[in-house]
Antibody
Framework: EVQLVESGGRLVQPGGSLTISCAASGFIFSSYYMTWVRQVPGKGLEWVGRSANKVDNYITNYAASVRGRFTISRDASGNSLHLLMNSLKIEDTAVYYC??????????WGQGTQVTVSS | QSVLTQPPSVSGAPGQRVTMSCTGSSPNIGASSDVHWYQQFPGKAPKLLIFRNINRPSGVPDRFSASKSGTSASLAITGLQAEDEADYYCQSYDNSLSASVFGGGTKLTVL
């Protein structure tokens, strides 16, 4: 059974940094693209970025709204996905979901972790 | 404003058939990018409902179906049930943005 468990979300001040993580199990982590999707409570879904699989050298891509501020990385030995968020803005406040991707669609989702950017 | 446009809400009575649309443009749905659909209940993570335009994952009832034509896609639910009340999102890939894009979501109300 695929399990994706996010952690690390908390309150952070504008301009601050935060790393959230996703512990993956139940599948061969290195074989799959992994994606972060966020959702402002009461609003729609927004693609944040993705990490390719091992065959594609774990190449990363980001949404324009976070490019240059967010970094996705993997801890392949530990089957973990991370999202380092720098220069956080109030508009980055959202629930962040870790998602297992399969050819551009999102097969499995974690339960999400809340990131709140506020002074 | 979302790249893919969905009606904010649709409604139907139990047993009825409802449809909801997802309208894109030439860089995404019109460029033959696949459309996928997700169902989300309040306070829960989204769940994959339809992938690659018309395919249902194992466990999704055949009351759910979808289609795609030109720059639009559509999700249909037949034999509407109270448990279908949820938010529904479409998703595709936009070649000009080089990014995955979502619709703004449609809230389904079962009357």
């Amino acid at each position: 059974e695929v399990q994706l468990v996010e952690s690390g979300g908390r309150l952070v001040q504008p301009g601050g940094s935060l790393t959230i993580s996703c512990a993956a199990s139940g599948f061969i982590f290195s074989s799959y693209y992994m994606t972060w999707v966020r959702q402002v409570p009461g609003k729609g879904l927004e693609w944040v970025g993705r990490s390719a699989n091992k065959v594609d050298n774990y190449i990363t891509n980001y949404a324009a709204s976070v490019r240059g501020r967010f970094t996705i990385s993997r801890d392949a030995s530990g089957n973990s996905l991370h999202l380092l968020m720098n220069s956080l803005k109030i508009e980055d406040t959202a629930v962040y979901y870790c998602v297992k991707e399969n050819w551009y669609y999102y097969e499995d989702w974690g339960q999400g972790t809340q990131v709140t950017v506020s002074s | 404003q979302s790249v893919l446009t969905q009606p904010p809400s649709v409604s139907g009575a139990p047993g009825q058939r409802v449809t909801m649309s997802c309208t894109g443009s030439s860089p995404n749905i019109g460029a033959s990018s696949d459309v996928h659909w997700y169902q989300q209940f309040p306070g829960k993570a989204p769940k994959l409902l339809i992938f690659r335009n018309i395919n249902r994952p194992s466990g999704v009832p055949d009351r759910f179906s979808a289609s795609k034509s030109g720059t639009s896609a559509s999700l249909a639910i037949t034999g509407l049930q109270a448990e279908d009340e949820a938010d529904y999102y479409c998703q595709s890939y936009d070649n000009s943005l080089s990014a995955s894009v979502f619709g703004g979501g449609t809230k389904l109300t079962v009357l």
